[in-house]
């Protein structure tokens, strides 16, 4: 039985994620702030408890993080798969009316969550044995174009295609395989604003089409099933209308 990692588990994409992997065969670790969601999303995937655990964490602390892998490698002894999920984003505001603290806020959920669970992650592929595992990060298609006043979102999203990247190089030599799943327009709450309107490049408000999570968790899903020296290091699943290809 392999032994995945999913960060924001409790709800929308990751909760889409984990169900998709729990169905392959996987025994899940759901990493998240709120425990009660975390809690009824491991039951509702597995009413036994044996192959999901619910586990609260703060990922923007790394001493958090390096308690919730110790908990997840104590029950189960291993890791296969880390799923860098989770995520949030600022308010729609002008550029220069982001405050500190929210700034801080995203960096922390988005980037150094994911960077430290990265961490953690590779120490533990780097020591058990068979050696190795695999990183999958939620980069987001803001990881490649942003939206108008997305600045800490489109900022970590850029970020987290960097770390994919030298994490991948990094990981070579340890049998570590790091990919990168960019969305767009899953429907979850994030995305209910979608329905009524958001703000276009050229100024216009304009309703987006969305997908079923269901087809991300199916391309995590692919991803997190090939062999260690097979790795899906960029993959674009989004809503084929939507405005992104030729945005602006």
């Known amino acids: 039985m392999k032994i995945a990692i999913v960060t924001g588990g409790g709800t929308g994409v990751g909760k889409a994620i984990a169900k998709s992997l729990y169905a392959d065969g996987f025994a899940l670790a759901l990493l998240g702030r709120r425990l009660e969601v975390l809690e009824a999303t491991a039951a509702e995937i597995d009413a036994s408890g044996k192959r999901v655990l619910a586990v609260s964490v703060d990922i ?9 892998f110790e ?13 860098n999920n989770a995520g949030m984003n600022a308010p ?3 550029l220069e009316d982001v405050s500190a603290a929210q700034w801080d806020e995203v960096v922390a959920a988005n980037l150094s969550g994911a960077f ?3 961490q953690f992650a590779f120490r533990q592929f780097k020591a058990q044995s068979p050696q190795g595992g695999r990183i999958i990060n939620n980069g987001s298609i803001s990881a490649t174009t942003p939206r108008p006043q997305s600045a800490p979102y489109a900022a970590t999203k850029h970020a987290i295609s960097g770390l994919t990247k030298a994490s991948a190089l990094d990981g070579r030599a340890f049998n570590i395989a790091v990919g990168q799943i960019d969305i767009g327009n899953a429907s979850t709450d994030m995305t209910t604003r979608m329905s ?5 490049a050229d100024g216009s408000m304009a309703v987006e089409p969305t997908i079923d999570a269901s087809h991300i968790a199916k391309a995590v899903s ?16 989004m809503a084929t209308q939507m405005p992104y290809v030729g945005r602006g």
Not at 60 to 68: E, H, L, M, P, S
Not at 196 to 200: K, N
Request: charged content about 10%.
């Open 60 to 68: 923007g602390d790394r001493a958090a993080v390096g308690a919730a």
């Open 71 to 83: 908990t997840v490698i104590g029950r189960w002894g291993r890791l296969d798969v880390l799923v």
């Open 92 to 94: 729609s505001v002008a």
């Open 116 to 118: 430290f669970c990265t």
């Open 196 to 200: 009524s309107g958001v703000l276009q």
């Open 222 to 237: 692919y991803m997190a099933g090939l062999p260690l020296e097979a790795n899906t290091l960029n993959m674009t699943v």
